[in-house]
Every structure is written in structure tokens, then in C-alpha cells.
């Protein structure tokens, strides 16, 4: 697959989940009644659709801690991580320029508002923790349901599912991110760096973790080369 075309998917599909995501967290006030499940599922559902629609062209990562496990298991080359990595960046710093832009005035606050951010009572090596676990998780269910040739045939219902499960859990606590993309868009265009390094540090050692655990050990080897 032309790695121009892979990049594109990964931006489409990246972009989307932070277009969505801040949508949804501006509208969980009093006056919309979203709430953390209506935050959970629109984040859920978004990953769902976009990793079953990039999946095929792609594998649908859509965020950089997916990228590295896969390429800590082998599952794909470091030249093309990296070029996932700046598409996966620049779709979440596309979509939070562009909801600036349409929410005039207000935009700023709002993208500020929709950033993860640890609560007052979350230190950051608790952030990181939480974090790296759900990270973690979110990677394992990456390989069990999509990578391993054992795996069922839904691997974006189940990415999605652990998205939405991992947010129920951990969105009052860091924001949920598990996706450095997520994190890096949104305070990219509202300069809200608060804790901004948890949501590299955490995710990314969690994703790797998946990736040595389940990519090196767990997994059913195929004669498949990375991509």
C-alpha cells in the first residue's frame, strides 16, 4: 500500500476523533446533558467507524501509542511509524484549528476545555499511571481483536468499545486521552500545555508494553511482513 495513501487515512481518521471528541466535551454542560457516557460513546463510536473505514488501508492506528506498540511487536517499519506519527499529529491539530475557527470568538476556551487535563486531586506520576494502563489496554485489544490472525473479525467495534470503557473510567481523572495525537492537537491550537507531557509519557509506555507483551509473546506469528 502507497504509504502517501496510508499517511491520509491516518490524518482523516485522526482528525475525526478530535473534531468529534471536542464536540462532544463542549456539549457535556447542564444545558446539554451530554454526560460522561454521551463523552464516552462519541469517542467510542468515532474510533469504531474510522478504524473499520482506514483499516483496510492503513490498519486505522489513529493515535501514536498504537503506532509504537505495533512497531515494538514488528508489526510495522520505523520509516512508516514515523510518517503515522506527523499524519496522526497534524489531523489533531487540524481538526482543533478548524472547531477554533468556527466557534469564533469562544473557540480558544472551547478547544482549551475539550484538552485532557488531569483533575485537581491527580498527581502527575498518578496521570501517567492511569494513563499507561489504559493505554495499555487499549493496545492489547488492538492486537487480540485485529492484528492476531486468531482475532474475530471486529476489530473497530472492539478498539471502539475499549475507548468508550477506558473514558467511563478514566475522564474524570486525565481526560481519558490514551493517544498523545488527542492530547497534542488540541493544545497545539489553544496553548493549554497543563500536564501535557503525562499524555506522552503514559501512553506511550503503555502502548509499548502492549506491544512486547502481546506483539512478541501472546501473539500467533504469521509470515506476514511489517508494513
Request: with cysteine; aromatic share 8%.
Amino acid at each position: 500500500m502507497n504509504l502517501l495513501k496510508q499517511c491520509v487515512a491516518e490524518f482523516i481518521g485522526t482528525f475525526a476523533l478530535i473534531f468529534i471528541g471536542i464536540g462532544a466535551i463542549h456539549n457535556n454542560n447542564p444545558g446539554m446533558g451530554v454526560g460522561l457516557l454521551g463523552v464516552a460513546l462519541a469517542h467510542g463510536l468515532t474510533i469504531a467507524v474510522m478504524v473499520s473505514a482506514t483499516g483496510g488501508i492503513s490498519g486505522g492506528h489513529l493515535n501514536p501509542a498504537v503506532t509504537l506498540g505495533l512497531l515494538v511487536g514488528g508489526k510495522i517499519k520505523l520509516v512508516n511509524s514515523i510518517a503515522y506519527w506527523l499524519a496522526q499529529l497534524a489531523g489533531g491539530a487540524a481538526a482543533s484549528y478548524l472547531l477554533i475557527s468556527m466557534f469564533g470568538q469562544n473557540g480558544v476556551a472551547i478547544v482549551a476545555a475539550g484538552t485532557p487535563d488531569l483533575a485537581s486531586e491527580i498527581s502527575a506520576n498518578v496521570g501517567i499511571a492511569i494513563e499507561l494502563v489504559l493505554t495499555f489496554f487499549l493496545v492489547f485489544v488492538v492486537y487480540g481483536s485485529a492484528v492476531d490472525v486468531r482475532a474475530p473479525k471486529i476489530g473497530g467495534l472492539a478498539i471502539g468499545l475499549t475507548v468508550a470503557l477506558d473514558i467511563l473510567f478514566g475522564g474524570p481523572l486525565t481526560g481519558a486521552s490514551m493517544n498523545p495525537a488527542r492530547s497534542f492537537g488540541p493544545a497545539l491550537a489553544s496553548g493549554h500545555w497543563n500536564h501535557h507531557l503525562v499524555y506522552w509519557i503514559g501512553p506511550m509506555i503503555g502502548g509499548a508494553l502492549a506491544g512486547l507483551i502481546y506483539g512478541r509473546f501472546l501473539i500467533k506469528e504469521t509470515t506476514s511482513p511489517a508494513v
